[in-house]
């Protein structure tokens, strides 16, 4: 018979086993990606797939020959982080007055934000193109971060006001008490506490920006083409292409992936919602 | 208990002097939080006015793209022509399945999964950065390393481990192809509910648990009636965000089946695109998006009656 | 203050920045797909540029369904984004009715117009005039495994019949090593599994529509053509086949798993290039099958550069493209990547080149193949509509993609071909009457 202790780490042992099994798991399907990248053309479809290969880097040479990264990647880096910011200065004030003051038409207004999303973007692709066409924002970078802020707007909302709502009002309260502002009270008070979840909003606009393929090929050209752009031409020409896909892929997801892994961190730091029990 | 109300009625006749400016502050309050959310109404109201009316407009007129001024007004046409297409009902019961299927397996497991990387154990930050992985890759690639590298019934790792078992291996996409759709979704949205959830129980109030471990209750009952109730609304947040996102799934599809083989896997979006945008019919494509959007009130209906409570509850 | 002298030096290199953009070159944007030829035409802008240094080119790769959707979307509503457009003989001459490609008139003297294809011109043009000048043109051949044959005692024709194809086929299909009797393309699309289909059905005697544009998949002709397709692909052909396409086929052949293969004829390039190909020294090559007719069994095709009404720059577009499509463009690629590829199937010039049809062992079945497509004449009964392996009209891409994934749908098993085929019927004649193609 093992004692409370023993059996509480045998416990975390497993859970930690099976933890890093159903990681591994989910995991895999990424990693295989990254191993084809070092692939050559042969290899990449050889059967049995092959875990013990000769790597070689050509496929990166060759994207890098072929197309301009940085122009893509940075694209991609002010469209993404363009949209996210000014979405988070409309969305924060409206989580905060939504989650803290609420109304009867509070849920409404939430149900119909969400709503906003509902068209599906096939069916809305002329309209939006044609005005797009008429205000000169075809191919602009401009254009895309309207287009992103107001897709990922409502998500934005949702997400910061179901954080402000674990917040309890008293905290907010007392800083009221101490005489603060309305704006010191969201920035000294409220910010800090909600951290880790305004991170993880901030990371899913990030996220949804960076991989939106749909609106980032249909609305650009060549001047404001993000990296999705980049992928979408190495997709599908006649002839062999796994490796030099999987080679561009993990060249377009690793800046956000890399961001993700380290932001993180902070994410989860940053939760304790310590302040009134 | 809190004085959240803001249309609290008017203040009682016998008001005390702090009364007073208690009831002016909330009205300067309540003006404040207004023009708090209005800037996001307003864009958001605009940004749902102009391309819907533009739609509506759309889908009573004639109009495609590659015959320009052919443009009379032929009143409930596209919709009639596109609700009777062959592939309406798949199309229809094809979304709602990926959608239930998708929601489901995303929750039930984002919430166990969630709860095994709650507690300590080495290594913790690498499997929470591992999880949370899938969610940063492009859908469009993510369905074609599932289709290609994965799937592929010849050189594909599934059917190497097939036959390190000795079975013949699966042509996923011919048999099973909407279960592979959904595979391959599930398998992206997956972190989405897992980095919410994982996030939320975070806040999850210890010396509660504790205090009601030491009165003797197990772990079945910990979980029901102390996580679960907590988890009720970033759960209700995932299900509404995820079936907003699901209901016009169009890329993995795309790149994967093409809607096929028949129907079985074409969705309302890609059947919009399949009958309208492919030949440039923007009318019907109009026509379709419509009814694609009454069909999702229709979905939001029924989420809100099951989950909306959750939503705006407090703890 | 080294702030301030760091914000002046600043906008001293923006204001030259901006002086020297005044007198900017000439953008030009070029949609194109990414196919080897194009990718290698990207990689020779620098040289382009090196003559013409007043145009600047910037490029938009795209797949081609992505691509056809985007450039139609944009011409259509014009846009003006783009002011080269790769477009193939599907678009070219429904665009050039329209008005809306600008007329290839005045080339260069040098162009040597009478060089190229007439077919190929022909299916370029509408009404006689020329709307885009062509990139590289294919045709459909069969490729078979030599040594396979060899070891086997069969003997490949210069044109074989489907039956004949399917007796090979039964021969030299081991599952069990691998080996696949014949691959096919199986997965849905206009461009995908039907381009193929349709040329097996023209084989067969069927065509699309009758004088009165009514479909005829209820007929006897395209009866037998898919019910050979699903009989032959299914029982001799790989596993997935549904949803193999050209680059999964070409895997497929190339780690040596398909014994034949009818296929586009620049697949011919693929096969033989040793860095990709593990049966590169074994590739035979025969016109593509027959039935009860050769008329319409192989494929015609280009892809070809044109340039759009709505541009802002017509002029450098004009000069870009004939450039690309020039036989100077040919002698470039041939100094940079090699003789073997050159783009094919335009000029007669290329094959008058005793060295290009050594180095391309594909090349005189190509050259025949191209020869024998006619888009005017692909039926065996008279038919109303231009094109081999597709019908020139905006129905089109929607109708055959919905046909070809019921036939795709018939292969894997879901339906029966009976089932595949009435179901195609009433769909086209659904979605012509919706055009109005029928005036009653």
Known sequence: MLSLKQ???????????????????IFFPIFWMLLTSFKTEIDAFATPPQLFFSPTLENYTLVNERSDYLHFAWNSVVVSFGSTIIGMMLAVPAAYSMAFFETKRTKGTLLWMLSTKMLPPVGVLVPIYLIFKDTGLLDTKTGLVIIYTLINLPIMIWMAYTYFKEIPKEVLEAARMDGSTLFQEIWRVLLPMSKGGLAATVL????????????????TASEAAPLTALIASYSSPEGLFWAKLSAVSTLACAPILIFGWISQKQLVRGLSFGAVK | MKTTALNAGPASSAAEPKQDSRQGSIRKTSRINRFMVSPSVLVLALWMVIPLSMTIYFSVIRYNLLYPGDNEFVGLENFQFFVTDFGFMAGMSNTLLLVGSVLLITVVLGVLISLLVNQAFWGRGIVRILLISPFFIMPTVNALIWKNLLLHPVSGVFAAIWKFFGATPIDWFSEFPLFSIIMIVSWQWLPFAILLLMTALQSLDQEQQEAARLDGAGPWALFFHLTLPHLARPIAVVVMIETIFLLSIFAEIFTTTGGGPGYETTNLAYLIYSQALLQFDVGLASAGGLIAVVLANIAAFFLVRLIGKSLTEKQ | MNNKRYLSAVMAVGMTAVASSAMAATKVTIGTVNNGDMVRMQGLSDEFEKLHPDIDLNWVVLEENVLRQRLTTDIATDGGQFDVMTIGMYEAPIWGEKGWLTPMEDLPSDYDLADIFPSVLGGLSSDGTLYALPFYAESSMTFYRKDLFEANGLSMPQQPSWDQMKTFAETLHKPEDEQYGICLRGKAGWGENMALITTMANAFGARWFDENWKPEFTGEEWGNAVSFYVDLLGNYGPPGASSNGFNENLALFNSGKCAMWVDATVAGSFLTDESQSRVAEHIGFALAPEQVTSKGSGWLWSWALAVPVSSDAKEAAKTFITWATSRAYS???????????????????????AEYLEAAPFATRTLEAIGNADPNDSTLNPSPYVGVQFAAIPEFQSIATQVGKLISGALAGSMSVDHALKAAQSITLREMTRARYYSN
């Open chain 1, 204 to 219: 899913l606009s990030l996220i949804l920006s960076w991989n939106e393929a749909f609106w980032s090929l249909n609305l």
């Open chain 3, 331 to 353: 002698q470039l690629v041939e100094e940079t990547y090699g003789i073997a590829n050159v783009p094919p199937g335009t000029r007669t010039s290329t094959y008058d080149n």
């Open chain 1, 7 to 25: 059996r509480r780490s045998l416990n975390t042992l497993l859970m930690g086993v099976l933890a890093w099994g159903v990681a591994l798991a």
